[in-house]
Structures are given as C-alpha cells and as structure tokens.
C-alpha cells in the first residue's frame, strides 16, 4: 500500500491550494481516507476525513474552509484548501484505513497506512 502526497507550497493568506493523496495497492473504494497536519512542536491534528460512503468530518478549524473528496476512478482523495490563515502551516498528511470505526475517525491512531506528507506555508 502507497499514499503519495502532493500539492502543498506556499500561498498568502486568503489563498487556495488543493492536496492530492494518490493510493496504490488498496481496494481505494473500500477506504476511509483523512488529512492531518502536523505543525513544529505540536501535536498530529485532525484536519477532514471522507468514509468509503463519501460522509465527511472536518476538524472545527478547518470547517467551512476546506472541503475534502475523493475520486474512486482514480484512487484519489482531494483537500480543497480556501481562505488559507497563517495558522494552516504544517505539514498535511494523508492516511488510510478500511477498518477506522466512527467514533475514531479523528484519531491519527486509527489509521495504518500514511502518506509522506506535503507542506503547506501561509505567509500574512
């Protein structure tokens, strides 16, 4: 199993950016997909998360700003990233899991199989 992360850079504030997590050796239709982040000396943060059934949860920072979704075709999952604050620096990684229950879809725990992560800098 393969999770390759892409699309982070720099932006401005008020910005857009648009993560991509392309999987490889997985049943990707099967799989609850998420984003965390992990800024310098915190904690892995829960950033969204989209089941096999295309519910989605966003983490309370992020709600209302970024939008995550998936492309079975192409077994892909999306972070569509607007109106980008300072505060959204960190590194994004994307994880994968055919067995993260509910009540642990936003915990990093839950999930076996990660990305690399891309890093995303907002400058104000």
């Known amino acids: 199993v393969q999770l390759q992360a892409s699309g982070g850079g720099l932006v401005q504030a008020g910005g857009s950016l648009r993560l991509s997590c392309a999987t490889s050796g997985l049943t990707f239709s099967r799989y609850s997909m998420a984003w965390f982040r992990q800024a310098p000396g915190k904690e892995r943060e829960f950033v969204a998360a989209?089941?096999?059934?295309?519910?989605?949860f966003y983490g309370g920072t992020v709600k209302g700003r970024f939008t995550i979704s998936r492309d079975n075709a192409k077994n892909t999952v999306y972070l569509q990233m607007n109106n980008l604050k300072p505060e959204d620096t960190a590194v994004y990684y994307c994880?994968?899991?055919?067995?993260?229950?509910?009540?642990?879809?936003?915990?990093?725990?839950?999930?076996?199989?990660w990305g690399q992560g891309t890093q995303v800098t907002v400058s104000s």
């Open positions: 989209i089941r096999y059934n295309r519910s989605t």
């Open positions: 994880a994968g899991d055919d067995g993260v229950i509910l009540s642990n879809i936003q915990n990093p725990n839950g999930y076996d199989y």
